[in-house]
């Protein structure tokens, strides 16, 4: 049984590790297919950008800015169907301003949720820190979570959880990104339909 634990533990340890290197090369080929046409000037791009704008009581103006990038099915069709690989989205509730990643796997499913958020608490009678969130995943299942927090803007984060499943505190952010992930994934996917008119 202690060997199981100790098998367990290192495979999860390395798919952690090529869910890292993956997320290395998909950054690198997503800033090599961004850039400007040299005719006119326009941006050009293996993306799609979606913007809402909306102006919320008590919070005031809103903006959200999403980016799904894709990679190619099939390298032989002129207009050949398209998966998600990753996703980014930036938005503001006041003057909070967040930022997540999603890295998704040829399954469709995520396999890597980054967040950051500037003023958050967790718990009764905790103070609002800055957190960095960091949930890794194997064919949709939860493999690890890496919690980081620090007074806002001043000095280094800190270790404040890591491990398998997020403690009770932190359950219903780490669901709220999965569901985010996928709405994305489903917006993606009904882009797609429209954009090339094929199912999936």
């Known amino acids: 049984m202690l060997l199981f634990c100790c098998l367990q533990g290192t495979w999860a340890q390395n798919t952690v590790e090529s869910i890292r290197k993956r997320y290395a090369s998909v950054k690198e080929y997503i800033a090599s297919h961004v850039g400007t046409n040299e005719n006119d000037g326009a941006e050009w791009a293996e993306f799609y950008h979606l913007e809402a704008r909306q102006f919320l009581p008590a919070t005031g103006g809103h903006k959200e800015d999403v980016y799904m990038y894709w990679m190619e099915r099939e390298e032989d069709k002129i207009y050949p169907s398209h998966y998600l690989i990753f996703a980014t989205t930036k938005y503001n509730y006041s003057d909070r ?24 608490s967790f718990g009764e009678n905790s103070e609002d820190k800055e957190y960095e969130f960091r949930f890794y995943f194997n064919k949709g299942k939860l493999l690890k979570t890496i919690i980081k927090n620090r007074e806002f803007e001043q000095g280094d984060y800190k270790d404040v959880y890591s491990g398998s499943t997020p403690k009770s505190e932190y359950a219903s952010y780490c669901k709220m990104l999965i569901d985010k992930a996928e709405k994305i994934r489903l917006m993606f996917i009904a882009i797609e339909k429209e954009a090339y008119n094929y199912s999936e």
């Open 97 to 120: 301003e967040m930022y997540e990643e999603y890295l998704y796997d040829k399954d469709g499913k995520v396999a890597f949720i980054y967040a950051h958020d500037p003023s958050w």
